[in-house]
């Protein structure tokens, strides 16, 4: 079925720098999702894309979806530790379920 | 206060033997899912329930099995035929059923079942 590749896997950031997650898929996405896991916790949705080129803004945290929507980022600036934790893409699987990408783990060091 | 509940947060079980995990929402969704998340890895979709009395297998169905009498209740047998049961369960549900990608996931704290 449709698979999302996300990169990188794992990313040590000092805090105060930039950090970028990147979600990839073979074929067209109709709509693309965002999710964070805290340490121990559970998913969290953040945003959903839909539109062609789109971009959203969640304060530090820039989200874009691709021209051809095949691809989608989350960028975020001047990280904190409140960032930590794993950020996860999910789009549409078999079923039109969603399928989701493996997680990028995100540390954050003060 | 609206939510999904799991439970228990942690479920020992020893080899050989069903258990079940608990899932319970009051936020009126019609869609329900199980999820299992491995260390380092995505989530992935066992089963999932778009209205009551009926459900569909999702990647991994293989060793477990759900029922959905109630709404608001969707529990997950995890069965003897499950061969790696250890792994971090997720219960999540959504407003729409019809099979939409499109609609918000609402996840529950998890169950973390250890086989012994």
């Known amino acids: 079925g449709q698979q999302v590749m996300q990169i990188p896997q794992y990313q040590h950031v000092q805090e105060g720098e930039d950090f970028t997650t990147y979600c990839n898929s073979s074929t067209t996405l109709s709509n693309i999702q965002w999710y964070k896991q805290r340490p121990g916790g559970h998913p969290v949705f953040l945003i959903q894309l839909v539109k062609s080129g789109e971009v959203k803004k969640q304060k530090r945290l820039t989200f874009q979806f691709g021209e051809a929507k095949k691809n989608s980022s989350l960028h975020i600036t001047a990280t904190q530790t409140t960032d930590v934790g794993t950020y996860f893409c999910?789009?549409?699987?078999?079923?039109?379920?969603?399928?989701f990408g493996s997680g990028t783990q995100l540390t954050v060091l003060p | 206060d609206g939510g999904i509940t799991q439970s228990p947060k942690y479920l020992f079980r020893k080899e050989g033997q069903n258990v079940t995990l608990s899932c319970e929402q009051n936020l009126n969704h019609d869609a329900m899912y199980w999820y299992r998340q491995d260390p380092g890895q995505g989530l992935r979709l066992i089963y999932y329930s778009q209205i009551v009395n009926d459900f569909q297998k999702g990647d991994i169905a293989e060793g477990y099995s759900v029922s959905r009498e109630k709404k608001e209740s969707f529990p997950l047998t995890v069965t003897s035929a499950q061969k790696n049961p250890t792994a971090f369960y997720l219960c999540?549900?959504?407003?729409?059923?019809?099979?939409?990608?499109?609609?918000?996931?609402?996840f529950g704290p998890g169950t973390r079942l250890t086989v012994l």
């Open positions: 999910a789009g549409p699987g078999s079923a039109r379920q969603l399928t």
């Open positions: 999540a549900s959504s407003i729409a059923s019809g099979g939409s990608s499109y609609n918000e996931q609402f």
